[in-house]
């Protein structure tokens, strides 16, 4: 029984990581625009939302602005990934938290995903400096209020 229970956790860990022994997401960023489809974006939207409610991961969009960064934070406050923790962070304004349902997460990374590649003329300089992205990170990783 106790070699059955070891090979159910090996199994479960092989499936959690991939070949080079990294857990899925871990490389996983996106820059802003990323010129991909939208159906592709809506499935790595979903694979993303599966991975914050399955792993102690946060999904991390930062944007910059004329103003200085936007980052927004979502993490899942529950096991069944029904509710999520955003935590957004402006730099004129400081951190804000609430807590958002799933379809609001999933419809908001859709939009910020599938932004324009063409910002105003007044945001060009600052986002051409930095790379707006969205990546999947350890919650210890992100940075918090």
Not at 2 to 20: C, F, G, H, I
Not at 76 to 83: F, K, L, N, S
Request: aromatic share 4%; hydrophobic share 35%.
């Amino acid at each position: 029984m106790a070699s059955e229970r070891t090979t159910q956790t090996q199994t479960v860990q092989q499936a959690a990581t991939n070949s080079d022994g990294e857990a899925p997401w871990a490389n996983l960023e996106v820059t802003i625009p990323s010129g991909r489809d939208h159906a592709s974006l809506v499935a790595l939207v979903e694979c993303a939302l599966v991975e914050l409610t399955h792993e102690h991961v946060g999904a991390v969009v930062v944007a910059q602005q004329v103003w200085g960064t936007k980052r927004t934070q979502y993490v899942a406050v529950d096991d069944v990934g029904q509710q999520f923790q955003k935590r957004h962070f402006d730099s004129r304004l400081g951190w804000n938290e609430t807590t958002v349902p799933r379809k609001i997460v999933r419809d908001e990374l859709i939009i910020q995903l599938t932004r324009s590649a063409s910002p105003p003329a007044e945001a060009r300089e600052a986002a051409d400096s930095e790379t707006n992205t969205f990546s999947v990170k350890p919650v210890r990783e992100l940075q918090t209020p």
